[in-house]
């Protein structure tokens, strides 16, 4: 369904952009799938990522050169692993209480 949508959009004779342009829609719409799936905040982060990387290649299909839209796009990658990093942490500190690794001592055998 990817290929006949992008087929229809993209009318051009140049096969490299079609193609990329049709693995975007495809990782968009695995994305959103993702998204909709699955209940966990960490998933839907997953699926935000694959979203964004799908945007991003169907707008390096359509515009040749872009600088801006790269650096918003790296932002918001940073961005996003920041939030993931969060959620990390605050799932280690409530299931271990600390984050200390001095009192790792008793594990040692």
């Known amino acids: 369904m990817s290929y006949i949508f992008a087929y229809k959009i993209m009318c051009l004779g140049k096969t490299v952009e079609l193609a ?7 990782t968009i719409c695995i994305g959103s799938f993702i998204m909709v799936a699955r209940m966990k905040a960490l998933t839907q982060i997953i699926g935000l990522l694959v979203m964004e990387n799908g945007i991003f290649l169907a707008a390096s299909a359509i515009i040749g050169g872009m600088p801006f839209f790269v650096e918003i796009a790296l932002f918001f990658d940073i961005f996003v692993f920041v939030i993931i990093i969060e959620i990390f942490v605050y799932k280690v500190n409530r299931l271990f209480t600390h984050i200390d690794t001095s009192r790792m001592k008793s594990l040692k055998g």
């Open 20 to 26: 990329a342009f049709v693995i975007s829609i495809s």
